[in-house]
């Protein structure tokens, strides 16, 4: 998985390349990273370690498997990058796959964006922050998040994309989002069905209401709010004006309905022109 690491550590990662063709194959395997000028990495076969940028060629029986390790070192520079390793079949040359892996550097890098979704949402905050944002951000799966006691401090803001993720959340990542929020964080977060996984019967984060109360500062009313057009509130400094119509991003559409849980958060976004309440944003004096 991804990796949030210092930069005087490095990250390790393994892949697996399994041969579920008709035949015994040979396979050309490189690794690349798109990343800050000073990063260095290497990726081992059963042939030796090589240095990004090599080739190797490695033989897997039909059926058999073969392993393959990348570390990255960032040599004390700060940054996100993007390692891509590449497996070739010489049976069939078109046959290309390719696995990614990323790392984001705990120091230096401003924004953090979590795809969470598991299926590239993610890539819908990254895109936007391409257009206008000036800062350094990194952008890593939910996977990152789940080492126990993981320090989250050094990021301004951390950007979540949920999607339709199922459960919405696992234990670890709450309790390092509110050790982050603790700590004075500012946390970006939409989903699909995040309060209905939290609150309903059967839901999977059902251990998560707290943290939805209590840093979300939102309380869970229904599975979905009665519209497919979302609206702002007049005034507010970030939903005046604006008007979401809902496609079908997912394969349905649920927006959840919520309300201000306590007084640190107020009602920005709307189902249609009201009253039921889609989005908050919360300021406690110490996370927003």
């Known amino acids: 998985p991804d990796m949030i690491v210092a930069n005087n550590s490095s990250a390790e990662f393994t892949a697996t390349l399994y041969n579920?063709?008709?035949?015994?194959?040979?396979?050309?395997?490189?690794?690349?990273?798109?990343?800050?000028?000073?990063?260095?990495?290497?990726?081992?076969?059963?042939?030796?370690?090589?240095?990004?940028?090599?080739?190797?060629?490695?033989?897997?029986?039909?059926?058999?498997?073969?392993?393959?390790?990348?570390?990255?070192?960032?040599?004390?520079f700060n940054g996100a990058g993007v390692i891509t390793l590449e497996c070739a079949s010489k049976n069939d040359p078109?046959?290309?796959?390719?696995?990614?892996?990323?790392?984001?550097t705990n120091t230096g890098v401003h924004l953090l964006v979590v795809d969470a979704s598991e299926d590239g949402y993610?890539?819908?905050?990254?895109?936007?922050?391409?257009?206008?944002?000036?800062?350094?951000?990194?952008?890593?799966?939910?996977?990152?998040?789940?080492?126990?006691?993981?320090?989250?401090?050094?990021?301004?803001?951390?950007?979540?994309?949920?999607?339709?993720?199922?459960?919405?959340?696992?234990?670890?990542?709450v309790e390092n989002l509110q050790d982050y929020l603790d700590g004075g964080g500012n946390l970006l977060l939409a989903a699909h069905n995040l309060g209905s996984d939290i609150f309903e019967a059967g839901?999977?984060?059902?251990?998560?209401?707290?943290f939805f109360n209590n840093y979300l500062h939102s309380s869970y009313i229904a599975d979905f709010g009665g519209s497919?057009?979302?609206?702002?509130?007049?005034?507010?400094?970030?939903?005046?004006?604006?008007?979401?119509?809902l496609n079908s991003v997912y394969a349905t559409r649920s927006p959840d309905e919520i309300s201000a849980f306590d007084a640190f958060a107020t009602p920005i976004v709307q189902f249609?022109?009201?009253?039921?309440?889609?989005?908050?944003?919360?300021?406690?004096?110490?996370h927003k």
């Open 203 to 210: 839901g999977q984060s059902q251990f998560a209401q707290s």
């Open 228 to 245: 497919y057009i979302l609206t702002g509130f007049t005034g507010d400094p970030i939903t005046d004006g604006t008007v979401i119509p």
């Open 20 to 76: 579920q063709g008709l035949l015994d194959d040979t396979y050309n395997i490189t690794a690349s990273i798109d990343g800050p000028a000073g990063w260095m990495g290497e990726f081992t076969t059963e042939n030796g370690t090589f240095p990004f940028g090599e080739l190797d060629s490695v033989q897997v029986t039909v059926g058999d498997s073969s392993s393959i390790s990348v570390s990255v070192n960032p040599n004390y």
């Open 122 to 173: 993610g890539s819908i905050i990254s895109n936007s922050l391409d257009g206008f944002y000036e800062g350094r951000y990194g952008v890593v799966s939910r996977a990152a998040l789940q080492p126990a006691g993981i320090d989250l401090s050094y990021f301004t803001m951390i950007a979540w994309a949920g999607g339709n993720s199922n459960p919405a959340f696992y234990p670890e990542e």
């Open 94 to 104: 078109g046959t290309i796959v390719n696995v990614t892996f990323n790392v984001v």
């Open 272 to 286: 249609g022109t009201g009253p039921k309440i889609n989005s908050v944003r919360a300021d406690n004096g110490n």
